[in-house]
């Protein structure tokens, strides 16, 4: 098995800035292409940020130059830092990885189960 899990959210003022992190653990050999998600009440899904495994790295407008993606392979980790914040940035955050098991050399797509920020006076 295998899970990513999403921490480092929480309550920021307009401004502020969080760091984001989510780690794959279990039968983990590789982790492939990663990205972050956000998702606001009422809305769709959106992508944030987007980390090659070679460390391309692509970004939704909006967070252009305020956001950055990186990674740790060793660690099988994954990190956004969010500077700047304003209360549009508000949703829960959810990574995403594409992850080759160890037992059979397949790849599947993951989800973590998200981490809510919340950006208010």
């Known amino acids: 098995q295998v899970q990513l899990v999403e921490s480092g959210g929480g309550l920021v003022q307009p401004g502020g800035s969080l760091r984001l992190s989510c780690e794959a653990s279990g039968s983990v050999l590789r982790l492939n292409d990663m990205a972050w998600y956000r998702q606001a009440p009422g809305n769709q899904r959106e992508r944030v940020a987007f980390i090659s495994r070679d460390g391309t790295t692509l970004y939704e407008d909006s967070v252009k130059g305020r956001f950055t993606i990186s990674r740790d392979n060793d660690k099988n980790t994954m990190y956004l830092q969010m500077n700047n914040l304003k209360p549009e940035d508000t949703a829960k955050y959810y990574c995403?990885?594409?992850?080759?098991?160890?037992?059979?050399?397949?790849?599947?797509?993951?989800w973590g189960r998200g981490t809510q920020v919340t950006v208010s006076s």
């Open positions: 995403f990885a594409f992850i080759v098991w160890s037992h059979n050399m397949r790849e599947y797509d993951y």
